[in-house]
């Protein structure tokens, strides 16, 4: 299996200021048939289920703001939140999807 | 929009079975696959299982395989999960999960429902 492997666990950022996550996985993640890395960013607010926010690593989800942003190739991949606003607040994962099973990373908590 | 709401959750001894169920609505749920993910208390996410649009390819994690069974009713726009011989390990909030794509299961999630919780304890 693929493992996903997050840093930091958790990252305290003011408000305004960047967030950056990182994403490393144990294999890479690029397809040369399509030139596509089978990586996703999702989201998960305390209480409520995951929302994607950027797939193909970085091809962000209808609807989701432009602060976020996704970046990366091969095995590492990056999370940039550009200004940190107070509903910014949750855990978030990184996810591959080109084989089963599609396994997450652990997580990052982003607080302010 | 979209709706999936996930059902069957409960307390359940160690060794016992439940079926949760995903009433699936606002879109064209025969052509989209579908998935459980798993997530244990302060824990993070697991996918646990996958079925194709059509119900005739299935997938399952290591972890579970052959104690869950996964399927769907195109008809009811219902997805299942039956689990058999639940440890205590298996305690987590269960997610219904919509493909991305259609067809065959990739694994990409655009719509979550809220979940349903299962407790495994004597």
């Known amino acids: 299996d693929i493992v996903m492997t997050q840093s930091p666990d958790s990252l305290p950022v003011s408000l305004g200021e960047r967030a950056t996550i990182y994403c490393k996985s144990s294999?890479?993640?690029?397809?040369?048939?399509?030139?596509?890395?089978?990586l996703a960013w999702y989201q998960q607010k305390p209480g409520q289920p995951p929302k994607l926010l950027i797939y193909?690593?970085?091809t962000r989800e209808s609807g989701v703001p432009d602060r976020f942003s996704g970046s990366g190739s091969g095995t590492d991949f990056t999370l940039t939140i550009s200004s940190l606003q107070a509903e910014d607040v949750a855990v978030y994962y990184c996810?591959?999807?080109?084989?089963?099973?599609?396994?997450f990373g652990q997580g990052t908590k982003v607080e302010i | 929009e979209v709706q999936l709401l996930e059902s069957g959750g409960g307390l359940v001894q160690p060794g016992g079975s439940l079926r949760l169920s995903c009433a699936a609505s606002?879109?064209?749920?025969?052509?989209?696959?579908m998935s459980w993910v798993r997530q244990a208390p302060g824990r993070g996410l697991e996918w646990v299982s996958g079925?194709?649009?059509?119900?005739?390819?299935?997938y399952y994690a290591d972890s579970v395989k052959g104690q869950f069974t996964i399927s769907r009713d195109n008809s009811k726009n219902t997805l299942y999960l039956q689990m058999n011989g639940l440890r205590a390990e298996d305690t987590a909030v269960y997610y219904c999960?919509?493909?991305?794509?259609?067809?065959?299961?990739?694994?990409?999630?655009?719509?979550w429902g809220q979940g349903t919780r299962v407790t495994v304890s004597s």
């Open positions: 193909w690593a970085s």
């Open positions: 999960a919509k493909d991305w794509f259609t067809g065959s299961h990739s694994g990409l999630f655009d719509y």
């Open positions: 996810q591959h999807f080109d084989r089963t099973p599609q396994t």
């Open positions: 606002g879109f064209t749920f025969s052509r989209y696959a």
């Open positions: 079925i194709s649009s059509s119900g005739v390819s299935t």
């Open positions: 294999q890479s993640l690029l397809y040369s048939s399509n030139d596509k890395n089978y």
